[in-house]
């Protein structure tokens, strides 16, 4: 309620209110979950898996945007390698940084603050911006805007999880949207497999990626994570904010999503996406 408050007093616009945080993503694991009739109960036994489904490698995702989902700053990209072999013919599409553990540290927050968030907002408004983020040691306290136009509030301990907007289904909602992407690209290589592994054998080490039916590289991970982000609906983030109850309340009340709608919304677009994209393969065989 303290936060509340102070945004209320201080005059922000909704649209100015910005939420930032992390999340790590597995990036080559695929969907763990089968949709099965009732009456396939063989089907339902041999379905056990592969190693895909269980596979750790992992990137870190930085993700900041509005309380209107009008302005979404462009999600960065954190790897353990400093180059990516896939970064040699084209440069990635959306900010990629380096860490040897592949997380958000205070270096690489810095780097974010100045060389990502600060000039798009400059870009987006000339108005007081408010940042929320939460209290991880990686966020570092003495990063300020020297024009002052950007003020940073931080959630108090242990409440992150139910106040913070990004927790509340942005997060969820892109990763759900990484995996269906994820899926139909090797769904969609598929009725050609033999021959594209044929042809990635002859590629040089960390080249080859979805195109050609194997997992994906840096670039293909961030092209997903890029479309996704900008799939993300407006009222799927407005809805996630006013779900999380950190905005003043005629604010809350100033958002047009409906906050119970928006999970259920978005499973379904996810599963129709992925039976599409199956279907298609079936067609492809016939």
Known sequence: ????????????????????????????TIPNHSYLLSH???????????????????V?????????????IDPVLIGTAKRPRCFQNSPPCIPYFDQKNAWNDR??????????????????????????????????????????????????????SVYQPLDQGVISTLKASYKAKLLASLVD??????????????????????????????S?????VKDSWKALSPSVVAGCWKHAHCLPTAYEAETTADSHDYHKTMGKDTIQQMCDQLLTSSIRHS
């Open 1 to 28: 309620q303290k936060l509340r408050d102070v945004l209320s007093s201080k005059g922000y616009k909704p649209d100015c209110i910005f939420n930032m945080d992390e999340t790590a993503l597995f990036y080559k």
């Open 60 to 72: 870190t995702l930085i993700l900041c945007v509005n309380s209107t989902g009008s302005c979404k």
């Open 107 to 160: 270096v690489c927050y810095d780097r974010w603050w100045n060389s990502v968030f600060l000039p798009q907002i400059r870009r987006w408004t000339k108005d007081n911006v408010a940042l929320l983020i939460d209290g991880f040691l990686g966020h570092d306290d003495t990063c300020s805007d020297p024009l002052g136009q950007v003020a940073v509030y931080k959630f108090p301990p242990n409440v992150t």
């Open 40 to 58: 396939e109960g063989d089907a339902r036994q041999k379905g056990r898996g592969s190693k895909q489904m269980s596979v750790k490698d992992r």
């Open 220 to 224: 293909n991970v961030a092209e997903i």
């Open 189 to 218: 290589t598929a009725p050609n497999f033999e021959s594209l592994q044929c042809m990635s054998s002859q590629l040089p080490a960390g080249h080859a990626g979805l195109k050609y039916g194997c997992l994906p590289h840096m």
